[in-house]
Nanobody, 109 residues
Framework: QVSLVESGGGLAQPGESLTLSCQATERINALYMAWYRQAPGKQRELVAGESYYAPAVKGRFTASRDKVRNTVDLQMNNLKPEDTAVYYC?????????WGQGIQVSVSS
């Protein structure tokens, strides 16, 4: 069983930056990990995975692994109102999927 806990969300103005972190109870090197988001009234979508970024965030978001902290981070720059969503950390190990509880990111002036 893997537990994932997201942190770092909140309110930002357009053009600002936020960094999300996902803390895992398993070594991140043993996991496939990704970030998803779900905006109100929309389906959950993949934001960043292994060497993949959604077209809407490419060039603005960067996912990285911190082996010391055992976290996967999502650096979000030049935030836009359309980035407003609940962001979820996702992990997969041996065919089992794990999700964090989600964290709200709101972008508004």
């Amino acid at each position: 069983q893997v537990s994932l806990v997201e942190s770092g969300g909140g309110l930002a103005q357009p053009g600002e930056s936020l960094t999300l972190s996902c803390q895992a109870t398993e070594r991140i090197n043993a996991l496939y990990m990704a970030w998803y988001r779900q905006a109100p009234g929309k389906q959950r979508e993949l934001v960043a995975g292994e060497s993949y970024y959604a077209p809407a965030v490419k060039g603005r978001f960067t996912a990285s692994r911190d082996k010391v902290r055992n976290t996967v981070d999502l650096q979000m720059n030049n935030l836009k109102p359309e980035d407003t969503a609940v962001y979820y950390c996702y992990a997969s190990q041996s065919g089992t999927d794990y999700w964090g509880q989600g964290i709200q990111v709101s972008v508004s002036s």
